[in-house]
């Protein structure tokens, strides 16, 4: 079982930015797609973003399309979700989700997909 580590979040006021990290451990283990899910107060957990383990492929839940970007960098492997434009809506503890997996290009959608989580990271947006 891969574990992983979410870093970067924290408060923010209306309209500013953040940047998540995932890191898995232990870190030679590459072939893993990814997801950031995210349940707010009195919220179901969703998606946010997902990307495949070759990177280039992504998705993207509807209320963060066009402000938030999901991305990898394999040689350090590390996947980043950038959240620009942010609100009070997206206030909630972000998850990364990872799924080892000898195919390149598929992402995921479904966090049953997922067998391996982080503890989450908080992100508070402040008006």
């Known amino acids: 079982q891969v574990q992983l580590a979410e870093s970067g979040g924290g408060l923010v006021q209306v309209g500013g930015s953040l940047r998540l990290s995932c890191t898995p451990a232990?870190?030679?283990?590459?072939?893993?797609?990814m997801g950031w899910f995210r349940q707010g107060p009195g919220k179901e957990r969703e998606l946010v973003a997902a990307i495949n383990w070759g990177g280039g492929r992504t998705y993207y839940g509807n209320s963060v399309k066009g402000r938030f970007a999901i991305s990898r960098d394999n040689a350090e492997n590390t996947v980043y979700l950038q959240m620009n434009d942010l609100r009070p809506d997206d206030t909630a503890v972000y998850y990364c989700?990872?799924?080892?997996?000898?195919?390149?290009?598929?992402?995921?959608?479904?966090?049953?997909?997922?067998?391996?989580w982080g503890r989450g990271t908080q992100v508070t947006v402040s008006t």
């Open positions: 232990p870190r030679t283990v590459s072939n893993i797609a």
């Open positions: 989700a990872g799924k080892v997996t000898d195919n390149r290009m598929d992402f995921y959608i479904h966090s049953r997909t997922y067998p391996s």
